[in-house]
């Protein structure tokens, strides 16, 4: 089998996730280290074994709203602003972490899609160019032949579908995007473009992780050039840490059409990712505001993709 990358250009906008194609390594057996590999995670209802310990995962309550969700003022995949209401929920106030995975993983003996592939894909700022390197997974974002990643970190190498996975054995869920939008916009009170304001900075100081410098001559001013410890940059306005920055959140839901243009059949399917990341974004500093929007393969993981969950309210 062949894993492929879909890459889609949005006003000159590039998706996270770019085109690559490689053969898929086979599996040696049908185990995947000691133990029996479990079956095949489903695209839509993933069926994961065991039940999760106390995370103490502190969780921000949203009182549901009606809201302007998107904008017209720049992408088109940001678009079109529109009302949305969105019930009362509860979100993640972290994103989730290594160590929080490692528990899923080691509860319920859970393959990835990037263990299952043997490959994922990390950029290369020497070459400016993204790559599939092998051994790649959650535990090695950057591939075996670098350091493991520390356990505050925000996991990464993890698909919508590994997502899913998790929130399911945690007993929670991955959000919507309209919920996640009413959340870091403050409850759906905010305006501004950023969580905290419609400047970048705030008296000099960076809000978030997110990219400084040329794409292949970065320049961390903020501290970080790949991820940041889970929380660094301290709680946004709505209560979250990381609101936007550190690495693109996956969410619940397929990406909704967003013009009249025929893109509703051309992206059936895909997954959408929200809040920019470390990793530098054509739009720049417009690459991790509020409206924020990009699309992925479910089976897809990168260096700089991450998630949290959200939970209903009875």
């Known amino acids: 089998?062949?894993?492929?990358?879909?890459?889609?250009?949005?006003?000159?906008?590039?998706?996270?996730?770019?085109?690559?194609?490689?053969?898929?390594?086979?599996?040696?057996?049908?185990?995947?280290?000691?133990?029996?590999?479990?079956?095949?995670?489903?695209?839509?209802?993933?069926?994961?074994?065991?039940?999760?310990p106390e995370?103490?995962?502190?969780?921000?309550?949203?009182?549901?709203?009606?809201y302007m969700m998107g904008s017209d003022q720049f992408a088109p995949i940001e678009?079109?602003?529109?009302?949305?209401?969105?019930?009362?929920?509860?979100?993640?106030?972290?994103?989730?972490?290594?160590?929080?995975?490692?528990?899923?993983?080691?509860?319920?003996?859970?393959?990835?899609?990037?263990?299952?592939?043997?490959?994922?894909?990390?950029?290369?700022?020497?070459?400016?160019?993204?790559?599939?390197?092998d051994g790649a997974n959650w535990e090695y974002p950057m591939?075996?032949?670098?350091?493991?990643?520390?356990?505050?970190?925000?996991?990464?190498?993890?698909?919508?579908k590994d997502a899913t996975a998790f929130a399911q054995w945690a007993g929670k869920r991955l959000p919507t995007e309209e919920e996640w939008e009413y959340a870091v916009r403050n409850s759906g009170k905010s305006d501004a473009i950023y969580p905290w304001g419609n400047e970048e900075q705030q008296k000099g100081k960076y809000m978030a992780n997110?990219?400084?410098?040329?794409?292949?001559?970065?320049?961390?001013?903020?501290?970080?050039?790949?991820?940041s410890p889970v929380g660094t940059?301290?709680?946004?306005?709505?209560?979250?840490?990381?609101?936007?920055?550190?690495?693109?959140?996956?969410?619940?839901?397929?990406?909704?059409?967003f013009d009249g243009k025929g893109f509703r059949q051309q992206l059936s399917g895909n997954k959408v990712i929200r809040g920019g990341s470390f990793m530098a974004d054509e739009a720049r500093e417009k690459g991790h505001t509020v409206f924020t929007r990009r699309t992925k393969v479910a089976e897809d993981a990168t260096f700089n993709q991450g998630f949290r969950c959200a939970q209903d309210i009875d």
């Open 1 to 52: 089998m062949k894993r492929i990358y879909r890459s889609l250009f949005f006003c000159g906008l590039i998706s996270v996730s770019l085109l690559a194609c490689t053969e898929k390594k086979e599996q040696k057996s049908a185990g995947t280290t000691t133990e029996q590999a479990p079956p095949a995670v489903p695209a839509t209802k993933p069926q994961v074994a065991a039940k999760a």
């Open 55 to 66: 995370l103490n995962k502190v969780m921000v309550t949203f009182q549901g709203g009606t």
């Open 79 to 133: 678009g079109p602003a529109h009302q949305v209401t969105v019930k009362a929920f509860k979100m993640d106030r972290d994103l989730t972490t290594v160590d929080d995975f490692r528990k899923f993983v080691q509860a319920t003996g859970y393959q990835t899609d990037a263990d299952k592939f043997g490959n994922s894909m990390v950029f290369n700022f020497s070459t400016g160019q993204w790559a599939l390197v």
């Open 143 to 160: 591939g075996r032949m670098n350091k493991a990643a520390q356990g505050d970190m925000p996991v990464t190498q993890v698909s919508w």
């Open 210 to 227: 997110t990219f400084q410098g040329e794409l292949t001559k970065p320049n961390p001013m903020d501290g970080y050039l790949f991820t």
């Open 233 to 257: 940059f301290g709680l946004a306005p709505c209560g979250l840490t990381d609101a936007v920055g550190n690495v693109w959140q996956v969410m619940q839901n397929d990406i909704y059409p």
